[in-house]
Structure formats: structure tokens, C-alpha cells
């Protein structure tokens, strides 16, 4: 009889252990979250890599990808396509929310995803490179096509159609959306096995990918995210910082202040304060211009610009210069912040803008500079003629005044004047003042 008993009660703690651990291992299903909103860059793309990377680390279930960008740099699309490859967890790309694109280098990250699903209203395609800067002509042979861009659209053609392939996905419309620049909303992108399926939101998005088999670096998995717990991993703060940098319209603010700190404390020597801003927007730039791609013949002529303006401040050309270098700076902010792939340029009503704030602050500069060249001397002691000081004594017809720091001898060759009444300087004799009351015109 004891040991019938001892076997119910450690059948029964099996079955209390096992109904315990069942919800215990699907409590333990993790999902890492990733959110790239924004133009791919080096700081977006090394964020990305270090979350797979952890994800992989921490023996995830999946990753997801919360995409949103309107393309960016290759070289940063690639790295973040490789850490994709080289995934041990599956990732899962996710164009939201309702609005959302995946242009351009959004189009190839999606085709690498294990699962790539898409919210309602949203859209992808675009992937034709952009070139900002011109080609050399040299490579531009008497067909007219241009040598340089063909073999780079070849080559953006070759990857994605892989990584379509790859993934079972439709390559025509990849090669497409690299040669013809074709676009999909999201119901059309499913029709069209260009992505899995609509996700409403991340709940569905996790129900529709559990079960799913994919092919990983290390084999073949099935995906478990049915009521995974979600573990949302941010870009760190300093990062970010550097991903706002790479935004050309940030960027052309930087631009606007580096030129008016600088260009104001050279005009201005010993304010200091636009000096140090000018300076710091100046070195923010240069990293900005490091990630961006920039018009060589735009970056140029908005120095010819600068050079413009500031020549017209220290040389009398009645604002001729500041004209030219108006136009200078219009045409190359065009070029730089204006060319570059739809969507992600600067928009030229922005550019418009700060062309106009530019001209109206080196006009006022100019002005400043005109109004000085015009204004009378009046250093030394002859500074003090035309001022209305109190008489410190009786002044009949010699007295005493207090005048710009210093003790005068003062002379009246009018009405007499109290002490304590105003009086006028109106010239000087020797190193004694002239005054008249100062209520006598």
C-alpha cells in the first residue's frame, strides 16, 4: 500500500512539473526587434549587424526588422545583407507601419529576409542606383549610355536577383526594380511572391511566420514566434546621433550654420560664440558629407560662394559679389542636397529657404561693413563733440564736466550754466571743451 502511494504522488508532481514547464517554454520563445527608420548609413547598419549578432548570441527565436527607409548608402546595405546571411536566428523584415517604404537599399534587405512580410498601405521597390556625382566622361562611350552606370546597375541586378532566388522569390520583378525602377504596394508585392504575406500588426506578424521552414547559415529551421515575448533593442543614443547626421536636411542646416558662424566671426573678430558654433557645425558637416553622397561640382561652387561673400565684406563692390555668390550657393546646394534619389533629397522649397536667409544675412553683413566705411572718425578726443554731459560746476565761463571717463575744463561762450544743468559739447579749443546749454539750439 506505501508504495502504491509513493508512485500516485510522484506521478503527480511529473504531471505538475510537465503542465508547469509546457507554458514555461513558450514563455521562453524570445523576439528580438530591430527598427530601421531612416536612410541606411554606417551607424544604422552597424546597430543592425550588433542586434542579429546579439539576437544570435542570446539564441533568439527570430529577429525582426521594422523597416522604413528610403534607401542609402550600398555599403551599408551590404553589411547589413551579410549579417542577415550569416544569421543564426531567422530574420524576419517587416515594412511598417501603415505608410511605410522599403525603397531603394530597403528593396534588396527585404529580398534577403528569411520571412518578409509587409503592412497594409505600404509599398517597395525603387532600387535603381544614383549616381550624385557626374561621371567621368571618359567613360562614355558614341552610344551615349553611360559605361560607368551600366556596369553598376549590372551589378545591383546580379545581387538582388540572387538574393531573390535565394529566398524562392520572384526575380523577374527584382531585376525590375533595379532596371525599370518598379514599385509594388502591398497586396500587388504578395500576388507577386515578392514578399510572404500582409501582417496587420506585430501579433499577426508573429502568428503568420510561426511554423514557417527557412533555409539559415546553420541549416534549415522552423520558426517558433506564435506568443513569443518581444525583446525591443534600441539604438543606442550616440548612434543616433550619427544617423541624424547622416540626413541631408540636417546636414544643409549644418552647412548654413558653419557658414554664418565662421563668415560672422571672421567679420567680426573676438565674438567668440559664432565662431565656436561654426566651427563645431563645421566639423558635424564634414562627418555628414562623409556618409552622404555628395556632388563634387555642387560641394564646389558652394565654396566659390563662401569665397564670394566674404571677399564682397572686406572689398567695396556694393554687393556684386554677394549676388554671385547667391547664385553660387543656390546652384550648388541644388546639386549637393537636391539630386540625390527621390524622397531623399532636401526639398527645394528648404533650399529655397535658406538660399534667401543666406542672402539676407551677408546683405546685412555688407551693409554693416558700407555704413562703417561711410561713418565719420571719431576716436581720440574728438570722440566726445556732440555728447550732452552734466555740468559738475558753475560754468561762467569756465567750469568743470565729467565726460567719457575723464575730467574736462569746459568753456561757455553763451549763458552762463549751473552746476547740475546739461550742456552740449560742440567743439574743442586746445584740450578744453566748447559747451552750450544743452537747451539752447
Known amino acids: 500500500m506505501g508504495c502504491r502511494t509513493a508512485g500516485i504522488v510522484v506521478l503527480a508532481v511529473l504531471i505538475v512539473g510537465l503542465a508547469r514547464a509546457a507554458p514555461a517554454a513558450a514563455e521562453?520563445?524570445?523576439?528580438?526587434?530591430?527598427?530601421?527608420?531612416?536612410?541606411?548609413?554606417p551607424a544604422m547598419a552597424q546597430y543592425v549587424e550588433t542586434g542579429i549578432r546579439r539576437a544570435s548570441e542570446q539564441r533568439a527565436d527570430a529577429v525582426v526588422i521594422r523597416l522604413y527607409t528610403p534607401g542609402g548608402l550600398s555599403s551599408s546595405m551590404e553589411q547589413i545583407i551579410d549579417a542577415i546571411l550569416q544569421s543564426r536566428a531567422?530574420?524576419?523584415?517587416?515594412?511598417?507601419?501603415?505608410?511605410?517604404?522599403?525603397?531603394?537599399?530597403?528593396?534588396?534587405?527585404?529580398?534577403?529576409a528569411h520571412i518578409a512580410a509587409m503592412a497594409p498601405a505600404t509599398r517597395i521597390g525603387s532600387a535603381h542606383p544614383v549616381f550624385a556625382s557626374p561621371l567621368p566622361t571618359s567613360e562614355q562611350p558614341s552610344g551615349g549610355q553611360n559605361t560607368m552606370m551600366q556596369k553598376v546597375v549590372n551589378d545591383a541586378v546580379s545581387y538582388i536577383v540572387s538574393?531573390?532566388?535565394?529566398?524562392?522569390?520572384?526575380?523577374?520583378?527584382?531585376?525590375?526594380?533595379?532596371?525599370?525602377?518598379?514599385n509594388l504596394t502591398a497586396e500587388d508585392a504578395v500576388k507577386l511572391h515578392v514578399v510572404d504575406f500582409i501582417a496587420?500588426?506585430?501579433?499577426?506578424?508573429?502568428?503568420?511566420?510561426?511554423?514557417?521552414?527557412?533555409?539559415?547559415?546553420?541549416?534549415?529551421v522552423t520558426v517558433h514566434t506564435k506568443g513569443a515575448r518581444l525583446d525591443y533593442f534600441e539604438m543606442p543614443w550616440y548612434k543616433m546621433f550619427l544617423h541624424y547626421l547622416a540626413n541631408p536636411l540636417i546636414a544643409f542646416f549644418l552647412m548654413l550654420a558653419a557658414v554664418y558662424g565662421i563668415i560672422f566671426e571672421i567679420n567680426n573678430p573676438g565674438a567668440i560664440a559664432p565662431g565656436v558654433i561654426g566651427g563645431v557645425a563645421l566639423i558635424l558637416l564634414l562627418y555628414s558629407f562623409s556618409v552622404l553622397p555628395i556632388n563634387v561640382a555642387g560641394l564646389v561652387l558652394i565654396l566659390l560662394s563662401i569665397v564670394l561673400f566674404i571677399l564682397d565684406i572686406k572689398v567695396p563692390t556694393h554687393g556684386a559679389l554677394t549676388i554671385g555668390g547667391i547664385v553660387a550657393f543656390f546652384l550648388g546646394s541644388m546639386m549637393v542636397f537636391g539630386s540625390?534619389?527621390?524622397?531623399?533629397?532636401?526639398?527645394?522649397?528648404?533650399?529655397?529657404?535658406?538660399?534667401?536667409?543666406?542672402?539676407?544675412?551677408?546683405?546685412?553683413?555688407?551693409?554693416?561693413?558700407?555704413?562703417?566705411?561711410?561713418?565719420?572718425?571719431?576716436t581720440g578726443r574728438y570722440s566726445v563733440v556732440g555728447l550732452v554731459v552734466e555740468a559738475k560746476t558753475d560754468i561762467n565761463p569756465v567750469g568743470k564736466v565729467f565726460a567719457q571717463g575723464a575730467w574736462w575744463t569746459a568753456e561757455t561762450e553763451g549763458q552762463p550754466v549751473k552746476?547740475?544743468?546739461?550742456?552740449?559739447?560742440?567743439?574743442?579749443?586746445g584740450l578744453r571743451l566748447m559747451v552750450t546749454r544743452a537747451d539752447v539750439v
Open 28 to 41: 521562453a520563445r524570445v523576439v528580438q526587434v530591430l527598427t530601421v527608420n531612416g536612410e541606411i548609413e
Open 90 to 112: 531567422p530574420v524576419i523584415v517587416y515594412v511598417s507601419p501603415t505608410g511605410a517604404r522599403a525603397a531603394s537599399a530597403g528593396t534588396f534587405i527585404t529580398m534577403a
Open 163 to 182: 538574393l531573390a532566388k535565394k529566398r524562392g522569390r520572384n526575380a523577374d520583378w527584382a531585376r525590375d526594380a533595379v532596371v525599370k525602377s518598379a
Open 200 to 220: 496587420q500588426d506585430m501579433g499577426d506578424l508573429l502568428a503568420k511566420s510561426d511554423g514557417r521552414k527557412v533555409d539559415t547559415a546553420y541549416g534549415t
Open 340 to 378: 540625390a534619389a527621390p524622397g531623399v533629397g532636401v526639398p527645394l522649397a528648404v533650399l529655397a529657404a535658406g538660399t534667401i536667409a543666406t542672402a539676407g544675412f551677408f546683405a546685412f553683413l555688407v551693409g554693416m561693413g558700407a555704413r562703417a566705411l561711410r561713418r565719420p572718425v571719431v
Open 419 to 429: 552746476k547740475g544743468e546739461s550742456v552740449r559739447i560742440v567743439g574743442m579749443k
